[in-house]
């Protein structure tokens, strides 16, 4: 019953933005974690940022801090990633994966073996 579909990515030129979109479904987002990951090709799957709870508290990679911000929309069950000042390490397929909230405490929330569903990836392409 769990689904995560992303959407929003795209071919963007460096310093530009994009937001993309995970709508859940099958489960309310104040009782998990939702991260975003990324993979670039020969890379592997890294942390990017998480939302987590009722509270909605947050955590971002350092590669990204001050450039991209997670928020949500509980009425429409879906998170999002913006991205600023966008750069060509940030090409990637982009993904929203879901785990429960018992696992993040302190880095934990950057292990991709943690979370239990993925969504299928969108394509960010960073290039001039």
């Known amino acids: 019953q769990v689904q995560l579909v992303e959407s929003g990515g795209g071919l963007v030129q460096p310093g530009g933005s994009l937001r993309l979109s995970c709508a859940a479904s099958g489960f309310s987002l104040d009782d998990y974690a939702i991260g975003w990951f990324r993979q670039a090709p020969g890379k592997e799957r890294e942390g990017v940022s998480c939302i987590v709870g009722r509270r909605g508290s947050t955590s971002y990679a350092d590669s990204v801090k001050g450039r991209f911000t997670i928020s949500r929309d509980n009425a429409k069950n879906t998170v999002y990633l913006e991205m600023n000042a966008l750069k060509p390490e940030d090409t990637a397929v982009y993904y929203c994966?879901?785990?429960?909230?018992?696992?993040?405490?302190?880095?934990?929330?950057?292990?991709?073996?943690?979370?239990?569903?993925w969504g299928q990836g969108t394509q960010v392409t960073v290039s001039s």
């Open positions: 994966a879901q785990a429960p909230i018992t696992w993040f405490a302190g880095s934990i929330w950057t292990r991709p073996d943690k979370y239990d569903y």
